[in-house]
Structure formats: structure tokens, C-alpha cells
């Protein structure tokens, strides 16, 4: 009995320390792995930031690169058919309609340190004509009419503000006619080069989350509105009304009998531009402008004095000061050569028009990049 005792409490003892030696083991191997584990993260670490020195010394030169003047540009060229023939919803029984609209974008911008100078300028020019009947010699009207020229320069600070200062020129290259309120042998121009042209300069500061995405503060703008005499189109006398039935005694906020209107106030603007998927691009931007001084516009009361005369109070605080601007452009290109085009935009001056002012163009030509 007592050897079996001896016999089995031998075998205890040689199990717990086999066991012990065991864990032993276990342990240093843990101790082992986290020393290797470690070792490979304070590699990776190291290996990081490395990377992160390499990629700041590439995007520094990639900087370098880019410095100087760069230069480009895209045109794109819309032709529109329509033919009705007999149609049972159309005005006329024969009616065709033709539309053309060309669109030209440039740009220049020049980098240096932390200097930025952007230039852009934005033309476009569309013509409609519509015949009804086989002898209707019905002329081309403008569709699109529209030069916008501008020039940013920033200074910045960080990654995300800069400094501003900028410069916008507005206007269109032909002439517009309306002989809808013509009489007799008078007709009018409802707008030509300069009549009217905004000029816009201001200073503020530019934010600019990522490169999609930037808004653009001016708390000090200097805004001219112009208006410059053009009285002769096709032979016969034509002039901007000063008897606007809406604005009736300005012309786009100019004063019967001068040529420019001179106001102070703030803009702002809010640019976004992204691609989706491989070839749907989106760009939209929108610019809003609030006059510190009165413009001076009215409106009419519907109502009229003893002489019968309208009588017309004046505009509220922001139809008097306020200009709205947006413009949309979506744009899908098939190839190289091929794009299908909308263009949209919201305007909003009551020295142009009571209402809201709506603008679309929808589609596909030929475009080419420079």
C-alpha cells in the first residue's frame, strides 16, 4: 500500500513539473511573439513615415512642375432640325425650325509660391429660327447671348483659405430686338454690347474644403451697371425704352439719359465641380450680390391718380439691392468628339425683369479641347 502511495505522489510531482516547464515555455513564446509583433509594427510605422516624406517631396515637385502659366480650353458647336409637316398639333401646316448654339470656355491661370492668378472667360451664341408655311421669311433670333470674363488672384494661407481679390465682366456680343412694343417705324433694343454690361470688382476671402468645392466671400464689391446708347439697327432707329412698362424710369437701373450706375456692396460665390462615373461632368455656379446703397427701382400699384397717370412705389429692400445668378451645366461625352449638353440657369435682377428669370438648353454636338 505504501508503494502504491510513493508510486502515485511520484507521478503528481513529475506532472506538475512537466506542466510548469510547460507554461514556462507558453510564456517565453508569448513574450517571443510580442517582441516580433513589436518589431514589425515600429517597422511599419517607421516605414510610413518615410512614405509620407516621399509622397510630400513628390507632391513638392509635382508643385514645382505646375508653376508658371498653364493654359486651355473646349468649344462646342449644337445644330438643331425640326421639319413638321401636316402635323395635327403643330400652328402651321408646314413648320421648320433651325437652332445653333456655339459655346467656348478659355482659361489661363499662372502659380508661383503661394500665388495664384486665374483667368476665365466664358462665351456663348445661339440662333433660332422658326418658318411656318411654305413663304414665311421669319429671321433668325438670339436663343443665347452671353460674354463672361473673369480674374481671381489668391494668396494663401493655408490649404483650405486664401486671400481674394477679383474681377467679373458681364455682357453679350449682339443685339437683341423687340419690335413686340414697336411703333411704326420705332422699334427697340432689349439689350446689345454694353447695354447693358456688369463690371464687378471685389476683395474677401476664398474657402476651399477640397478641390470640388470653394466658396467665396466679398464683403467689400464695387459694382458698375452700364448702359451705352445704341440707337441704329438695320437702317431704322432703334433705342433701349425708358418706358419700361415693369422699371419704368431706368433702364436695367440706369437713369433715363446716362450710362452707368455705381454701387457698394458684398457678393458671394459658391463654385462645385465633380465627375461621375467615367464621362458625366457637373458643374454649377452660383453668384449672389447685395447693394449697401439703394438702387432706386419701383414697381407698379395697379392703381393710377386723378390725371390717370400709374401711379408706382418703390421696389422692397431686396428687390431694390439684390442680384441672383446660377448656372448648371451637365454635360455626357460619348467619345472624344461627341457630348450631349444641359444648360441651366435661375436669374434673379429686378432692374431686368419682375420675375424670375429661366434659361435652358438642352443638346448633343461636337466638341473639341485645346
Given at each position: 500500500?505504501?508503494?502504491?502511495?510513493?508510486?502515485?505522489?511520484?507521478?503528481?510531482?513529475?506532472?506538475?513539473?512537466?506542466?510548469?516547464?510547460?507554461?514556462?515555455?507558453?510564456?517565453?513564446?508569448?513574450?517571443?511573439?510580442?517582441?516580433?509583433?513589436?518589431?514589425?509594427?515600429?517597422?511599419?510605422?517607421?516605414?510610413?513615415?518615410?512614405?509620407?516624406?516621399?509622397?510630400?517631396?513628390?507632391?513638392?515637385?509635382?508643385?514645382?512642375?505646375?508653376?508658371?502659366?498653364?493654359?486651355?480650353?473646349?468649344?462646342?458647336?449644337?445644330?438643331?432640325?425640326?421639319?413638321?409637316?401636316?402635323?395635327?398639333?403643330?400652328?402651321?401646316?408646314?413648320?421648320?425650325?433651325?437652332?445653333?448654339?456655339?459655346?467656348?470656355?478659355?482659361?489661363?491661370?499662372?502659380?508661383?509660391?503661394?500665388?495664384?492668378?486665374?483667368?476665365?472667360?466664358?462665351?456663348?451664341?445661339?440662333?433660332?429660327?422658326?418658318?411656318?408655311?411654305?413663304?414665311?421669311?421669319?429671321?433668325?433670333?438670339?436663343?443665347?447671348?452671353?460674354?463672361?470674363?473673369?480674374?481671381?488672384?489668391?494668396?494663401?494661407?493655408?490649404?483650405?483659405?486664401?486671400?481674394?481679390?477679383?474681377?467679373?465682366?458681364?455682357?453679350?456680343?449682339?443685339?437683341?430686338?423687340?419690335?413686340?412694343?414697336?411703333?411704326?417705324?420705332?422699334?427697340?433694343?432689349?439689350?446689345?454690347?454694353?447695354?447693358?454690361?456688369?463690371?464687378?470688382?471685389?476683395?474677401?476671402?476664398?474657402?476651399?474644403?477640397?478641390?470640388?468645392?470653394?466658396?467665396?466671400?466679398?464683403?467689400?464689391?464695387?459694382?458698375?451697371?452700364?448702359?451705352?446708347?445704341?440707337?441704329?439697327?438695320?437702317?431704322?432707329?432703334?433705342?433701349?425704352?425708358?418706358?419700361?412698362?415693369?422699371?419704368?424710369?431706368?433702364?436695367?437701373?440706369?437713369?433715363?439719359?446716362?450710362?452707368?450706375?455705381?454701387?457698394?456692396?458684398?457678393?458671394?460665390?459658391?463654385?462645385?465641380?465633380?465627375?461621375?462615373?467615367?464621362?458625366?461632368?457637373?458643374?454649377?455656379?452660383?453668384?449672389?450680390?447685395?447693394?449697401?446703397?439703394?438702387?432706386?427701382?419701383?414697381?407698379?400699384?395697379?392703381?393710377?391718380?386723378?390725371?390717370?397717370?400709374?401711379?408706382?412705389?418703390?421696389?422692397?429692400?431686396?428687390?431694390?439691392?439684390?442680384t441672383l445668378n446660377w448656372n448648371t451645366i451637365l454635360s455626357f461625352a460619348?467619345?472624344?468628339?461627341?457630348?450631349?449638353?444641359?444648360d441651366y440657369t435661375l436669374r434673379y435682377d429686378f432692374a431686368e425683369k419682375?420675375?424670375?428669370?429661366?434659361?435652358?438648353?438642352?443638346?448633343?454636338?461636337?466638341?473639341?479641347?485645346?
Amino acid at each position: 500500500m505504501k508503494r502504491l502511495l510513493v508510486f502515485a505522489l511520484s507521478l503528481f510531482v513529475c506532472g506538475f513539473l512537466s506542466t510548469s516547464v510547460q507554461a514556462q515555455d507558453t510564456t517565453q513564446k508569448l513574450e517571443d511573439l510580442k517582441e516580433q509583433l513589436q518589431f514589425l509594427k515600429d517597422k511599419i510605422k517607421k516605414n510610413e513615415t518615410q512614405n509620407a516624406d516621399l509622397l510630400k517631396q513628390a507632391e513638392a515637385i509635382e508643385g514645382l512642375m505646375k508653376e508658371g502659366w498653364t493654359y486651355g480650353g473646349d468649344g462646342l458647336l449644337n445644330v438643331s432640325f425640326t421639319n413638321l409637316n401636316n402635323w395635327f398639333s403643330a400652328a402651321a401646316a408646314k413648320e421648320n425650325q433651325i437652332g445653333i448654339n456655339g459655346n467656348v470656355n478659355l482659361y489661363a491661370d499662372f502659380k508661383r509660391d503661394r500665388l495664384l492668378w486665374s483667368n476665365r472667360g466664358g462665351f456663348k451664341l445661339g440662333y433660332l429660327r422658326t418658318r411656318s408655311g411654305d413663304d414665311d421669311e421669319s429671321p433668325f433670333v438670339k436663343s443665347i447671348d452671353e460674354i463672361n470674363l473673369g480674374s481671381n488672384v489668391d494668396y494663401l494661407l493655408n490649404d483650405k483659405l486664401s486671400y481674394n481679390a477679383g474681377f467679373t465682366f458681364l455682357s453679350q456680343f449682339a443685339v437683341g430686338k423687340n419690335d413686340t412694343i414697336a411703333e411704326g417705324n420705332q422699334g427697340f433694343i432689349s439689350s446689345a454690347f454694353a447695354a447693358p454690361a456688369y463690371i464687378t470688382i471685389g476683395t474677401g476671402i476664398k474657402y476651399i474644403p477640397n478641390s470640388k468645392f470653394n466658396i467665396l466671400y466679398h464683403p467689400l464689391s464695387y459694382k458698375v451697371t452700364i448702359v451705352r446708347e445704341a440707337k441704329e439697327y438695320d437702317g431704322t432707329e432703334y433705342t433701349i425704352p425708358a418706358n419700361n412698362p415693369e422699371i419704368p424710369t431706368k433702364r436695367f437701373g440706369v437713369d433715363f439719359g446716362e450710362t452707368a450706375f455705381h454701387t457698394i456692396g458684398s457678393s458671394v460665390h459658391v463654385g462645385y465641380r465633380d465627375q461621375f462615373f467615367k464621362n458625366l461632368n457637373v458643374a454649377s455656379n452660383l453668384d449672389y450680390y447685395f447693394s449697401y446703397l439703394s438702387r432706386g427701382l419701383t414697381e407698379s400699384t395697379g392703381t393710377f391718380d386723378a390725371n390717370g397717370v400709374e401711379i408706382f412705389d418703390d421696389a422692397g429692400l431686396f428687390k431694390d439691392r439684390s442680384t441672383l445668378n446660377w448656372n448648371t451645366i451637365l454635360s455626357f461625352a460619348f467619345n472624344k468628339y461627341i457630348s450631349l449638353t444641359a444648360d441651366y440657369t435661375l436669374r434673379y435682377d429686378f432692374a431686368e425683369k419682375a420675375d424670375l428669370q429661366h434659361r435652358n438648353f438642352f443638346g448633343i454636338g461636337v466638341t473639341a479641347q485645346f
